[in-house]
């Protein structure tokens, strides 16, 4: 399953519902998901393995443990300030300027 960004503008009672059928149907059918989101707590929380695009690449990849170990951080946002050289706040501020 692949979802881009399918939390978004959700209230915070129907993104929780969204959340936890996402996380039954992982576990019942043993699904892979793909979900992209620029929330690094929902990334956090909902993933198994995180992966990290900058300008179209790949710039790192694990379970946020992992991550976290490599990059010397103590959150996912740490992770990607480290990996892309900016905070979650300016890469989103450049997408938004792209649009």
Do not use: K, N
């Not at 300008?55 to 990849?61: C, E, F, I, T």
Request: no cysteine.
């Amino acid at each position: 399953m692949l979802l881009d960004e399918p939390t978004t503008g959700l209230d915070v009672r129907r993104r929780r519902e969204l959340q936890t059928l996402l996380r039954d149907l992982r576990e019942r059918h043993d699904a892979t998901i793909v979900l992209t989101t620029h929330d690094l707590d929902e990334a956090e929380r909902l993933a198994d393995r995180i992966g990290i695009l900058h300008a179209g690449r790949l710039v790192a990849d694990g379970d946020v443990d992992d991550l976290a170990e490599r990059h010397a951080a103590r959150s996912l946002e740490d992770v990607f300030v480290a990996v892309t050289g900016r905070s979650a706040d300016e890469a989103e501020a450049g997408v938004a300027r792209l649009r």
